[in-house]
């Protein structure tokens, strides 16, 4: 099954500075990849994504890149806010056939006022 | 907007007690999923469902069982608690099988097994 791979576990960065988290993937079939956003206690939630068909995203301060040839996907949040501190996930859908998302473990992001 | 409600969001339970986490979405998703979460291993799927009655291995299934007798509704299993199945359990749903589907999450269940 697919392998998802994230770094770094834990980012700390001043607050108006850019945040990047790093993933990769193993399974070149993979073709749908989001990023979650996980607030101290609460759900994980979809903070944007990005098909294989597509680059690059962005909305707003947050912009993902897709590298299909290398298997890799990364998150940028510019002008952090102390509101961007969470824990960040990345995920792949797996290959072909398959029918569920396979889970990076995750940056705790620290955004210092 | 997508909802999905875990009944129980604290549970304390005994080792080898009969352990229930009953999940509810409202948006007629045929896909529903069971992650368990831990510090430094992220989500990892237990067991998911494509359809009423149907259900498929994850990545740990091994002292989990799920039920899925109606669509909007999918059950996790525990048949003899363990402490090693202390953690936060989350439900999530899907609109259709297959990739190219956004994954909504519940509120997560914190299970503590003494």
């Known amino acids: 099954g697919e392998n998802v791979e994230q770094h770094p576990s834990t980012l700390s960065v001043q607050e108006g500075d850019s945040a990047v988290i790093k993933c990769t993937y193993s399974d070149s079939a993979s073709n749908y990849f989001p990023w979650y956003k996980q607030e101290l206690g609460k759900r994980p939630q979809l903070i944007i994504d990005i098909r294989s068909n597509v680059g690059e995203k962005k909305d707003q301060r947050i912009a993902v890149t897709l590298n299909k040839t290398a298997k890799h996907f990364s998150l940028h949040i510019t002008e952090t806010q102390p509101e961007d501190s969470a824990v960040y996930f990345c995920a792949a859908w797996g290959g072909t056939g398959a029918n569920n998302l396979f889970f990076g473990t995750g940056t705790r992001l620290t955004v210092i006022p | 907007d997508v909802k999905v409600t875990q009944s129980s969001r604290y549970l304390v339970k005994r080792t080898g007690e009969k352990v229930f986490l009953e999940c509810v979405q409202d948006?007629?998703?045929?896909?529903m999923f069971w992650y368990r979460q831990d510090p430094g291993l992220g989500l990892r799927l237990i067991y998911f469902s494509y359809d009423v009655k149907m259900k498929e291995k994850g990545d740990i299934p091994e002292g989990y069982s799920v039920s899925r007798e109606k669509k909007e509704r999918f059950s996790l299993i525990l048949e003899s608690a363990s402490t090693n199945q202390t953690s936060m359990y989350l439900c999530?749903?899907?609109?259709?099988?297959?990739?190219?589907?956004?994954?909504?999450f519940g509120e997560g269940s914190w299970l503590t097994v003494v």
């Open positions: 948006m007629d998703h045929e896909n």
């Open positions: 999530a749903s899907s609109q259709f099988r297959g990739s190219r589907n956004t994954i909504y």
